[in-house]
């Protein structure tokens, strides 16, 4: 788990951060000018620091508009000389086009650019500590704002899992216990019928009939005047019969296998009531393979509500990252992706627990 989530923020990493120009252009906007980008890195850590004073090979000019990149002990800052006669400290600036003597100063600091493995693992040790960095969509650190989000998607996710799983497991042990019958067809046919509507349609279908027509429940999930349960009905609806098809398909192939094993067909000629023999011996049996499915609901809930949240205007994990990325929030976008990530592997570990309780032979091997 380690080595994988390690070489998955590594990979992240470099995706994000192997052109540091790159990141500074996200942070300060297209329009930027290379002075601003640089004096953006080298104040966010990518150049060596130079002692207090030190020249990076440009002098100063009496000539105004003419500028100067100055190392510090904290930061490069762009100077601009002040008009001839003008007494004033020198004022940050930009720079519409660059003259020869600044691409000059830019290839004399090219060298003082930290390389992305030492970044790699000063970022990690921020990460690793909660600190990660700031957002420039929302003028705040990630931090606090990342995990009121993540709550909020938990609240979402967690009820549509709950009514996911209980729905489901109905469906597919239904139809999987009398294979071929009537009932099979029907619960196969409505677990079709949901897995192939997408989120965004069920979704529009649900405010079609729930908002405009009958009028019951309100079309949006905003949550501005407080927690309400009424909001959390339509996506959590719309998650619920998404989901619950495909794992009740699973469910159903799953079941009706282990109801064609030797040892239901003998429990059964033994004279045990047909009840038990579905819950004590083939729905434990049968729990295995739609165990691995759900919890890989879990990190599709995550990441995968980006449509239902965006669409009931949810402040949740989904629309977050959505924000990040149309935003080209750099450090966001890094932070929601490791997060995705821990959570992948961890409900990995949770389903592999969840193996041994189910199946005894797996712990004994």
């Avoid at 923020?9 to 470099?14: A, E, N």
């Avoid at 938990?154 to 999987?176: C, K």
Wanted: proline share 6%.
């Amino acid at each position: 788990m380690l080595l994988m989530m390690l070489t998955m923020s590594g990979i992240v990493f470099l995706i994000l951060e192997l052109d540091p120009e790159g990141v500074a252009r996200k942070a300060l906007g297209q329009f930027s000018t290379p002075e601003q980008r640089v004096a953006w890195l080298a104040e966010n850590g990518y150049f060596v620091t130079a002692p207090a004073g030190a020249s990076l090979g440009a002098k100063k000019h009496e000539d105004a508009g003419r500028f100067v990149y100055r190392a510090t002990e904290t930061k490069a800052v762009v100077y601009r000389a002040p008009p001839e006669g003008v007494q004033a400290p020198p004022q940050r600036t930009a720079l519409t086009r660059m003259t020869p003597e600044q691409l000059e100063v830019l290839r004399k600091m090219e060298p003082l650019r930290i390389s992305a493995i030492p970044r790699y693992v000063k970022w990690l040790g921020k990460f690793v500590s909660g600190d990660f960095g700031p957002s420039y969509r929302f003028k705040v650190p990630v931090a606090e704002i990342l995990w009121p989000r993540l709550k909020n998607t938990a609240i979402l996710a967690g009820t549509a899992m709950f009514f996911m799983i209980i729905l489901s497991l109905f469906l597919g042990v239904m139809a999987g216990m009398r294979e071929g019958s009537l009932q099979d067809r029907v619960f196969s046919v409505f677990a079709i019928i949901t897995t192939s509507v997408p989120e965004f349609a069920s979704a529009v279908l649900l405010v079609a009939v729930f908002v405009f027509w009958l009028e019951w429940l309100p079309g949006t999930s905003t949550m501005i005047g407080g927690f309400e349960w009424k909001q959390l009905v339509m996506p959590v609806t719309a998650l619920v019969l998404y989901s619950a098809g495909y794992v009740a398909r699973i469910t159903r192939a799953s079941m009706a296998d282990v109801m064609r094993s030797p040892f239901i067909r003998t429990a059964v000629l033994k004279g045990i009531p047909y009840g038990r023999v579905i819950v004590r011996h083939a729905l434990r049996n049968a729990l295995i393979t739609p165990v691995t499915v759900i919890l890989l609901q879990l990190p599709w809930m995550l990441s995968g509500v980006i449509v239902v949240e965006s669409f009931f205007a949810y402040k949740g994990f989904g629309s977050l990252l959505w924000e990040a990325t149309k935003f080209d929030d750099p450090f966001l976008i890094e932070a929601c992706a490791l997060v995705a990530v821990v959570v992948v592997v961890a409900t990995q570990l949770i389903a592999d627990i969840i193996y041994t309780f189910l199946n005894p032979r797996i712990r004994f091997q």
